[in-house]
């Protein structure tokens, strides 16, 4: 298998993508958005303003997906998820981690953090509001625990994208979740394969019969992930 290091020169052009200025405006130019696509945007953000609660402790936030924002916010929220895990695990390392493993972990810390920012960049005034994270179900002082929530996590974010892929009407934001869940994807082959070698694509994650990646719908991926959230998550127009 190759490593993250080896898959660097792939990596790059999406990092640049999603780290580099990470403006409204950059986000527009890379997605080629015309006329009718920053239409879509502003309207977005308009009718959006008035139904994404604002995270306070009272109501949570509200993925509406009523239209992409919906899509787009639940990907941010997921993002939020896995870029607050891998900033714990590198600033945190688990006792007796290789040099190799933490600078693999900490590759993977700035892409969910640039997947993140890229998020919550493009969405503008319509991002939800950042989460509350509960890891307290994790020791993150343990090997074990760390790759058994870092494959349950990249798992559960591959087959995530899958199954919202769907739902996406816009093919640049499409082309965008593509190029995101193959990141994604690489991640959680590393991971499995760190845990057990030869298991990146396994019966887990790929279906015996087609020979596709396992999908999941929105709800069921939240019912995992609100394990780990302290902010409470509404789902409206699903």
Known sequence: MKNLHDEKEVLQEER?????????RSFLQFAGAGAAGIALIAAGCKKDKNIIDNGGSMGGVTLDFKDDFGV????YALEQLEAAFYIQVAATPY?????????????????????????????????????EVDFSKINFADRTSVL?????????????????????KSTTYLTLAGKIVSVEARHAAYIRELISPNSFSNVEVV?????????????????????????????INL
């Open 16 to 24: 640049s993508i999603l780290t580099a200025p990470l403006q409204r």
């Open 72 to 75: 787009l916010n639940y990907a």
């Open 95 to 131: 006792a007796n981690i290789s040099a190799a493993e933490l600078a693999y972990f900490k590759d993977i810390q700035f892409h969910e953090i640039a997947h993140r920012e890229f998020f919550k960049n493009a969405l503008g005034t319509s991002a939800i509001a950042g989460l």
């Open 148 to 168: 058994g929530t870092a494959k349950a996590f990249e798992d559960l974010g591959v087959s995530a994208y899958n199954g919202a892929g769907k739902l996406l």
């Open 207 to 235: 279906d015996a019969v087609n020979g596709l990646e396992t999908s999941r719908d929105p709800k069921a991926v939240l019912a995992i992930a609100g394990g780990f959230v302290k902010t409470k998550i509404n789902v």
